[in-house]
C-alpha cells in the first residue's frame, strides 16, 4: 500500500463547529505532515510530526489542533475556524530524511467555512 | 532559511518542443530538492528527486550548487505534460531527523497540440 489517504475528502463546517481531519498511512513512514494549500497557491507547511511526537508547529493558530494517535494515523481537530481558513488540506508522510524524504501525499480534504 | 524561486508563473510550448522549468533555491546546509507534479484533479506527486539522478517520463533535473539552481528539462514536451510544477527543498530545522519541504510558487505548463 502506497498511499496516504485522508477523510473526507470534502468538508463544509460552520464558524462554531467542531470537525476533524483523518489520516491514514501504511508504509511504515514515521513522519507525517499536515499542509494547507490555497488556490493556485504552493503548499504550506502546517505540521510536522516525527515519530508520533510533535516535531515542527509552524505557528499555526490554536483553532488548528494536531494528534497523532498511532504511527499510522494523524488528525487534524478544527474549532472556531474563519472563513479564511477555506482550503485544501494535504496529509503527506515520509520515511525519514536526505534520500527517504520523498513526501508522499494524500488527495487532500477540500473545506469550506461558512 | 530554506527558499524555493520559480520565475516562471505560466510555461507554454508546443508538443515537441523542449521544454525547461526554471528553479532557484537558498540554503545554507546541503538540501535534498524535488520536483513534485499535479496534473488536474489529481493529488501532488513526486516527480523525481536530485539524489537519484535518474530520469522520469522524460524528464531530468541537475542540481547545480554552484548557482543554486534545479531546473528540470524535458527534450520533447508531450500534452500529457500539461500540468502544475513545484520545485522544492527539504532541509533540517534544530537538528531535527525529519525534513520540512518547503514549495516554490509552482509553473504552470501547458503543451499545445
Known amino acids: 500500500d502506497t498511499e496516504v489517504t485522508q477523510t473526507p475528502k470534502h468538508l463544509v463546517m460552520g464558524m462554531t463547529n467542531k470537525k476533524s481531519l483523518k489520516c491514514e498511512q501504511h508504509?511504515?513512514?514515521?513522519?507525517m505532515y499536515w499542509y494547507k494549500q490555497k488556490a493556485k497557491k504552493p503548499p504550506e507547511l502546517m505540521f510536522v510530526?516525527?515519530?508520533?511526537?510533535?516535531?515542527i508547529n509552524e505557528s499555526v493558530p490554536s483553532r488548528f489542533s494536531p494528534e497523532c494517535p498511532n504511527s499510522s494515523l494523524l488528525n487534524l481537530h478544527l474549532h472556531a475556524l474563519q472563513p479564511e481558513d477555506s482550503a485544501l488540506y494535504l496529509c503527506?508522510?515520509?520515511?525519514?530524511?536526505?534520500?527517504?524524504?520523498?513526501?508522499?501525499f494524500g488527495q487532500g480534504t477540500r473545506l469550506t467555512v461558512v | 532559511a530554506q527558499r524555493v524561486t520559480q520565475p516562471e508563473k505560466l510555461l507554454s510550448v508546443f508538443k515537441g518542443a523542449p521544454v525547461e522549468l526554471k528553479c532557484n533555491y537558498s540554503y545554507s546546509g546541503s538540501p535534498e530538492l524535488f520536483w513534485y507534479v499535479q496534473y488536474s484533479r489529481q493529488r501532488l506527486q513526486l516527480l523525481l528527486r536530485h539524489i537519484s539522478r535518474e530520469s522520469i517520463k522524460g524528464f531530468t533535473a541537475d542540481l547545480n550548487k554552484g548557482e543554486t539552481s534545479f531546473h528540470l528539462k524535458k527534450p520533447f514536451a508531450q500534452e500529457e505534460d500539461s500540468a502544475m510544477y513545484y520545485c522544492a527543498l527539504s532541509g533540517q530545522q534544530g537538528g531535527t531527523s525529519y525534513g520540512k519541504l518547503t514549495f516554490g510558487q509552482g509553473t504552470i505548463l501547458t503543451v499545445h497540440p
Open positions: 503527506a508522510s515520509s520515511q525519514g530524511q536526505g534520500a527517504r524524504s520523498e513526501a508522499f
Open positions: 510530526y516525527s515519530y508520533e511526537k510533535l516535531s
Open positions: 508504509m511504515g513512514h514515521r513522519a
